[in-house]
């Protein structure tokens, strides 16, 4: 099916927001390494694996076969910042 002129319109005024916020978040990232770079002696970086801090708790069982409390819900928008930070491409900045 064919989309419909206005929602190709919107369709397009949604992906230059995304491009805007996408942008806004690459120069925040590329100000604050070289402020850090130009203003510090020493930097330490430690090898974050991201992708095992993100990963979902593992479900507990209890004794009748029901699931019990297991923090995935306070650890979800612990996940949510972690993959907005983009660490990765905060430190691609590190190697220019």
Same mark, same amino acid.
């Given at each position: *099916? $064919?989309?419909?002129?206005?929602w190709k319109i919107l369709k397009?005024?949604i #992906?230059?927001?995304h491009?805007?916020?996408?942008?806004?978040?690459?120069d925040?990232?590329?100000k604050?390494a070289? $402020?850090?770079?130009s203003?510090?002696?020493v930097i330490?970086?430690?090898?974050?694996?991201?992708a095992?801090l @993100?990963r979902?708790c593992? #479900?507990?069982l209890?004794d009748n076969?029901q699931?019990?409390p297991n923090?995935q819900s306070?650890?979800?928008g612990?996940?949510?910042?972690?993959?907005? #930070? #983009?660490? @990765?491409?905060?430190l691609m900045?590190?190697? *220019?």
């Amino acid at each position: *099916m $064919h989309d419909s002129k206005p929602w190709k319109i919107l369709k397009g005024k949604i #992906a230059k927001l995304h491009q805007l916020i996408a942008r806004q978040r690459l120069d925040w990232q590329f100000k604050l390494a070289y $402020h850090l770079l130009s203003d510090c002696q020493v930097i330490f970086l430690e090898d974050l694996q991201i992708a095992s801090l @993100v990963r979902r708790c593992k #479900a507990k069982l209890g004794d009748n076969g029901q699931f019990l409390p297991n923090g995935q819900s306070a650890k979800s928008g612990l996940n949510k910042s972690l993959q907005d #930070a #983009a660490t @990765v491409n905060f430190l691609m900045f590190w190697s *220019m």
